[in-house]
């Protein structure tokens, strides 16, 4: 068993696989392994002290495949690269409109029609130059603002506003840039090819991935609310996507980069977690590792901008100009390079969000109302916008969703009529539209169809109250609104 204290913050009422906190225990025996690579060579690790310091799990903890999800972890001299999912850099994006529920109400037809184009029937148009690609991947967001115009404001790009995009950077966590020195990881496992191609920019991915058009249902923090311009009525649209499969093949190569790197004469570790030493960050290794990882993390953040153009322009084309102001973007797998008091590290965040306080937030626009945090419920319950506390033993951290509640084989067994009911009463898009002509009689379709939205139905996930209500009474975060969904688009 793991020795390092495993923190956690959650009401009772909010159900713990318990088999999910062993699980975790015995994942993070990380620290036997790195004593056993100290004793075999003392200079694999350059600090004395390399080890897993901190632990902890947020209220929506649950298992996932490896390290479960909802786990914040504190390292010195090392990171551990399985403990932030393999969707490197998924995360929330919302926006805050000027549209009112009932302007969306009596036109869903003609905006869903528009999304299904846009999203899923060959609407897509994202014209990039090789060098913009170089740009994105190695710089991000700021990569995009400095070489948008070679686009020439061609498909989406038209709804590209280089000032408003300028005074956004400030609402995405690092300013949506992870600086890369290069794209040697991506050019040695992808081929150099990948700058060349479109990378499945402006996707949402699969499974729980969403963009949902919600309505602000009650305000509970008036103050923080009128700062970020939000009341009651009003429409946000949130986003929930991460680098699709940039991210996913990085992480399994770096998987097997990190098998490969480790003593040919020891045992490997019995529970699959391999350690990458910093080693000043000489390593060739170091230096793939980082550069893959900012290089799809600043993908997924060019892939939520270029969601959040696809969807103002699903919903502009029906409805003429609106307002639409980012409030903010926010990693919930990523890694930050941090000082925990004196002592420098790494917070490791699988499925979790970083939840700092005002005062944590001094000089950004969060600094008079603490970070925003997005915890979205299901598609078809309320979903939440909260204010972190910067709660110091949770590691500044908080929940990023509801957690699952049933597995994804589980969900699909339940029966029929709940499914129905939950379609009958909320409005879901997806790339496979039933009332289409051509797909009566093709039950294969339909049935698949079906199967990979059950995954995903409403009962499939935890209550979302108590997860919520944890936030608070262990001051991890403070509700700011709660949202309900209006419509969802499922990838
Ligand atoms: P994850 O990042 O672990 O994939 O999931 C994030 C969370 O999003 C889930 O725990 C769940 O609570 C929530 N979620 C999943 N699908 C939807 C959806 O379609 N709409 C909303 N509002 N929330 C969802
Ligand atoms: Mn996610
Ligand atoms: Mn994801």
């Known amino acids: 068993m793991s020795n390092t204290p495993i923190k956690y913050f959650i009401n009772p009422e909010v159900k713990v696989e318990n088999n999910a906190v062993e699980e975790l225990h015995r994942l993070l025996e990380v620290n036997e392994t790195i004593e056993t690579l100290q004793k075999h060579s003392p200079d694999y690790f350059d600090d004395p002290n390399t080890g897993v310091l901190e632990v902890a799990i947020t209220p929506d903890f649950h298992k996932g495949s490896g390290i479960p999800v909802g786990t914040t ?35 869903l037809d ?3 029609r528009n999304v299904r184009h846009v999203f899923f029937e060959g609407g897509r148009n994202i014209p990039m130059t090789r060098h913009m690609r170089e740009k994105m991947f190695k710089e991000g967001l700021i990569g995009i603002l400095d070489s948008h115009k070679e686009a020439n404001g061609e498909g989406i790009w038209r709804y590209y506003n280089e000032k408003q995009q300028e005074l956004d950077l400030n609402h995405v966590n690092k300013m949506g840039s992870f600086i890369a020195e290069s794209t040697i ?21 699969g499974g729980n991935h969403f963009f949902e058009i919600q309505v602000v249902k009650k305000v509970h923090q008036g103050s923080i609310a009128s700062q970020w311009g939000l009341k ?10 991460g680098s699709v499969s940039i991210g996913y093949n990085s992480g399994a190569w ?10 040919t ?5 019995d529970n699959g977690m391999y350690p990458l030493p910093l080693s000043e960050r000489s390593l060739p290794q170091w230096k793939m590792f980082w550069s893959l990882l900012h290089n799809a993390a600043n993908f997924a953040f060019a892939n939520r901008l270029m969601l959040g153009l696809m969807m103002y322009k699903s919903i502009s084309d029906v409805l003429g100009d609106f307002e639409h102001r980012l409030l903010y973007d926010a990693p919930h797998n990523y890694l930050w390079e941090e000082q925990l008091e004196q002592v420098g590290g790494f917070l490791h965040r699988k499925g979790s969000c970083t939840a700092k306080s005002a005062e944590q937030m001094m000089g950004t626009p969060f600094q008079y109302t603490g970070e925003p945090v997005f915890i979205p419920g299901s598609m078809g319950s309320h979903s939440f916008i909260l204010a972190g506390l910067g709660n110091r033993d949770s590691l500044f951290s908080a929940s990023h ?6 597995s994804r084989g589980d969900a699909v067994k339940v029966d029929d ?28 379709i339909l049935k698949k169809w079906e199967e990979e939205l059950k995954k995903e139905a409403p009962y499939a996930y935890k209550d979302i109250t108590p997860v919520i209500q944890s936030h608070v009474d262990h001051g991890m975060a403070e509700i700011v609104v709660e949202v309900a969904p209006i419509a969802t688009v499922k990838g």
């Open 185 to 205: 990881g991506l050019d040695d496992f992808l081929g150099p090819a990948e700058l060349s191609r479109d990378a499945q920019i402006g996707s949402l991915g």
């Open 254 to 263: 770096i998987k097997e980069m990190l098998k490969k790197m480790y003593p």
């Open 401 to 406: 969703g509801a957690g699952r509640a049933l």
């Open 417 to 444: 009529d709940r499914f129905r009911d939950f379609l009958a009463n909320f409005r879901v898009i997806n790339p496979i539209d039933p009332k289409r002509a051509d797909l009566r009689g093709r039950s294969d």
């Open 232 to 241: 009651e009525g009003q429409v946000v649209l949130m986003i929930h996507t």
């Open 73 to 107: 972890l504190f390292t010195r001299g090392f990171v551990l690269p399985q403990a932030i999912g393999n969707d490197i850099n998924c995360g929330m994006r919302l926006y805050v409109t000027d549209l009112h529920e009932e302007q969306i109400r009596t036109n």
């Open 265 to 269: 004469s020891l045992k490997h570790p």
């Open 110 to 112: 003609a905006i869903e």
